[in-house]
C-alpha cells in the first residue's frame, strides 16, 4: 500500500485484520500494472514484492528518505528504481509511463489536483492510473461524519483526508473511467468508504 494512508485504516485494524482485508484489493490492482510502472507514494515498499511479470519496469515515488530505506530492502521480482520526490513535480519527461499506480495515497497529497495532473502528463497516451483509494461516501449521514472529522483527523493521521471525492477529482485531471467499484470495507464508515479503478487518458 502506499505508506500516506498506511497510517490511517491500519490504526484502526489489528495487523492480520488489514492483511486480511486490504490484500484481495491490492492484489487486484497490482496485477494489472504493465509495462513502466510508476507507484506514487511507494512508501516502505509494501507492493514490491506483488508485481507481476506483466510489469517490466518499476519507478517508485516516495517524499520520505527514511520510508524510501525501507523500500530498499523489500524483495522484487521486477527492476526497481526508488526516487525521492512529490507526486505534484513528478520528476519524470511527458509521456514517460505506460501505468501510474496508488494505493491508499491520494488522500493525504497536499495538491491532489496538482498531483493527478502531473500523473496524466507522464502517462503515455496509451497509458493508464490504476488505484485503489478511500474517500468521500455516497451516504450523507457518513459524508457529514467525513466532513466534521476531517481537519482534526487530518492532524492526527499524516495530512489524510476522509472527505476526498476520488473519482471526480480523477475526472477533473482529464481521465475517465474505464472501470470503477466502489462500497464499504468492513470498519468505521468513515475511513472505510473504497474506490477501485482503472482510469485512462480522455
Keep these: 500500500m502506499g505508506f500516506y494512508c498506511e ?6 485494524l489489528d495487523l492480520a485484520m488489514r492483511n486480511r482485508l486490504l490484500g484481495p484489493y491490492r492484489q487486484r490492482i497490482l496485477g494489472l500494472a504493465e509495462g513502466r510502472v510508476l507507484e506514487i507514494g511507494v512508501g516502505s515498499g509494501m507492493n514490491l514484492p506483488l508485481y507481476t511479470e506483466r510489469a517490466s519496469e518499476v519507478v517508485g515515488l516516495e517524499p520520505q528518505p527514511k520510508l524510501l530505506r525501507m523500500a530498499r530492502r523489500k524483495p522484487h521480482a521486477v527492476p526497481v528504481e526508488l526516487i525521492e520526490g512529490s ?15 496508488m494505493t491508499w495515497t491520494l488522500c493525504s497529497i497536499p495538491d491532489a489536483s496538482a498531483a493527478l495532473a502531473e500523473m496524466r502528463r507522464i502517462l503515455k497516451p496509451s497509458g493508464k492510473l490504476l488505484l485503489v483509494e478511500h474517500g468521500l461516501a455516497p451516504d450523507a449521514n457518513v459524508r ?8 482534526a483527523w487530518r492532524h492526527l493521521a499524516g495530512g489524510c483526508h476522509l472527505d ?4 471526480q477529482l480523477v475526472e477533473n485531471a482529464g481521465f475517465r473511467f474505464d472501470r470503477l467499484q466502489t462500497g464499504y470495507m468492513q470498519g468505521p464508515k468513515p475511513m472505510t468508504f473504497m474506490y477501485e479503478g482503472i482510469a485512462l487518458p480522455a
Design 7 to 12: 497510517r490511517i485504516v491500519p490504526h484502526l
Design 87 to 101: 507526486a505534484q513535480a513528478i520528476p519524470l519527461e511527458t509521456g514517460s509511463v505506460d501505468s501510474v499506480l
Design 144 to 151: 457529514k461524519w467525513q466532513r466534521r472529522l476531517t481537519p
Design 164 to 167: 476526498r471525492p476520488i473519482a
